[in-house]
């Protein structure tokens, strides 16, 4: 209580700007600017899913839309909208720019 | 909790457990925790010429995480109960 | 706001909306099902009612010729933990 805190910042100067897309930020960043954008969803079991992005939660349990199942390079199945269980995800990866 | 209570209204029923090991076991229910863990008494194994070594078994314990699936009785599961139930319980959830 | 999502918060909504639907469920092992959603949890546990499964086996020594055995339930639970993807009939 008594010990001397220093003074709080200036709150009225600039606040750091926003990091540059793709190139920096935290993976929360990342997750966050990829929704609603296509995406590669790659399974520990190799299976990628592409889609469009619709949300995801901490567990990563995915909502894909417009989605294709791809088994070693070729198409396996078409899927108006899935539900992927986090636990089964290797990866995500942009497959647009962001 | 929701399934858990299914389970629960379903004891004294007969029910077939398959494990993920592909056994299959058909028993009554006798109880049922919150892991899921479930006894089964008077039990029966599918193909017991394929498991012998369960032929002298007459009740058991199954670890809830073992499990596969559940056969369950379709006339003791009333299934619009169970969609509000589970439309409370996502409600609920997406509160905290 | 994202402007492709069709009013779904999180991943979860997608499981509710299907609920009284034919779902199609991937499980590990090679196994998929088709059933009427009837309840499910945080864990994707699942209880389905007029559950067609389809179990694919691959033959290892027929150069990979796959088998396919089918069999119908009436009302089933499914542990959460073998559910790889759950997949609602296509809202249009």
Redesign the interface.
Known sequence: MEESTPPPPPNESSPPPPPPAATSGSPTDFLKGVVGKRVVVRLTSGVDYKGVLSCLDGYMNIALEQTEEHVNGTITNRYGDTFIRGNNVLYISAAEAL | ???FS??KTLTDQTVTVEL?NDLSITGVLKSVDQF?NIRLDSIKVLDETRHPHMMAVKNCFIR??V????????EH?D?QL??D???R??AA??KR | MDPSSSGIQEPFDLIRLSLSERVFVKLRGDRELSGILHAYDGHMNLILSDVEETIMIVDEEGQGAVNIAKRKMNMLFVRGDGVILVSPPSRT
């Open positions: 909790m929701l399934i299914v389970f993920k899921l809830g995480s499990v596969r699936y559940v056969q369950l009785p379709a599961v299934t169970l969609e139930a589970t439309r319980e996502a959830q997406a």
